[in-house]
């Protein structure tokens, strides 16, 4: 009996230890908790559109809101970015808004909007929309990056990588 439960004991230490070096090693990729004021910070701010418009993000306070970063240099953003225009559409009416920060340079947005127009609003979030990403659980800055807010403001989904019809039918559901 005791050598049975040294055994486990020692199978347990083991595979234990051998988790940790994978724990350590994804836990770069993996979505970290929201900063503390991270949302607040999210709601009281502001980016220029690519037509100088003002694009304040308290406006879409009150609604179900999915933001996704993306930039123009990057594929599986350009890749979702119909998809998310769809989910614009169709879940307006219930009245979801999307929002999509580009992490770009202005130039490079205002001429891919020409080629690819989006019916949802973009702002021009440039690096500090990677900042603004790390805050909301985001540790690597990397792209694509969606987050969705409930229409009380909170943070309810984090989504690093491209995003999917599945993901987008889920997240249709919370309104």
Do not use: I, Y
Not at 50 to 60: I, L, T
Not at 130 to 157: I, K, Q, Y
């Amino acid at each position: 009996m005791k050598l049975q439960r040294r055994t486990l004991v020692m199978a347990g230490v083991a595979v234990a230890a051998g988790g940790t070096g994978a724990l350590v090693a994804t836990r770069r990729f993996q979505l970290q908790p929201v900063m503390s004021e991270a949302e607040v910070a999210f709601w009281a701010g502001e980016f220029e559109g690519p037509n100088g418009e003002r694009v304040r993000m308290a406006d879409f306070r009150g609604q179900p809101l999915l933001v996704n970063f993306w930039a123009t240099w990057c594929p599986p953003c350009v890749e979702e970015l119909p998809m998310l225009n769809r989910f614009h559409e169709v879940q307006a009416a219930k009245g979801w808004k999307v929002l999509g920060l580009a992490v770009d340079q202005p130039s490079a947005v205002r001429s891919f909007l020409v080629k690819l127009p989006l019916n949802f609003p973009v702002g021009m979030a440039g690096f500090a929309g990677t900042e603004l990403s790390r805050s909301l659980g985001n540790p690597s800055g990397a792209l694509p990056f969606t987050v969705v807010f409930g229409a009380d403001g909170a943070l309810l989904h984090r989504k690093m990588g491209k995003v999917s019809d599945a993901d987008l039918a889920q997240w249709a559901e919370l309104a």
